[in-house]
């Protein structure tokens, strides 16, 4: 099975630098790099899009469907919450820590690495088991940052620079376990 992996377009919270758990949509500028995705990938075959709840990815998910295929919603593509950080700059956190899987470290009540990772890996392991060729996912940075470790392993536990830009997209292939870039 293929994967084809999309981070939303860009919402208001990605310009102000801040941790946020709200519903944002999309801003202009997302909208506009969701369509330049749509063209992009207008030729691209898949069976079916699975996306995250969230308005941002949805939205995505709903510009980019040139094929008008079936879109899934998946609570456990959820970026991961940043708890009582919401609203307060990146900033305030050393970034590569936040993003470390082996830190100890617990940053106020976000959710911790690990246990967001692992809620990730649960929705690939789910899809490993059903019957599509190839799947287009729409999620967010830190869900892409789980998909690259799924797929390429821990190591050192550094995910911060992993994640994928604003309606970017990255190909895995279930069979071979090497990512490729679309």
Not at 45 to 67: E, F, G, K, M
Not at 78 to 103: A, D, F, M
Request: a neutral charge; proline letters at 2%; charged letters at 30%.
């Amino acid at each position: 099975m293929k994967l084809y992996v999309v981070r939303h377009g860009e919402v208001n919270h990605n310009l102000l630098k801040i941790y946020s758990n709200q519903d944002e949509d999309l801003n202009d500028n997302g909208v506009k790099q969701a369509e330049e995705l749509k063209n992009e990938i207008f030729n691209l075959d898949y069976d079916v899009i699975i996306s995250s709840p969230l308005i941002r990815a949805r939205h995505t998910a709903n510009i980019i469907n040139s094929n008008n295929k079936k879109i899934i919603i998946d609570d456990r593509l959820k970026e991961r919450n940043p708890g009582n950080l919401n609203g307060k700059s990146l900033q305030i956190t050393n970034r590569v820590e936040y993003w470390n899987y082996y830190s100890k470290l617990q940053y106020g009540t976000s959710e911790n690495t690990q246990s967001f990772f692992e809620r990730i890996y649960s929705f690939l392991d789910d899809l490993k088991t059903k019957k599509y060729e190839k799947v287009l996912v729409v999620c967010h940075s830190g869900v892409s940052k789980a998909f690259y470790s799924y797929f390429k392993g821990i190591e050192d536990g550094c995910f911060l620079d992993k994640g994928l830009k604003n309606c970017e997209i990255k190909e895995y292939n279930f069979d071979w376990f090497f990512p490729s870039k679309y």
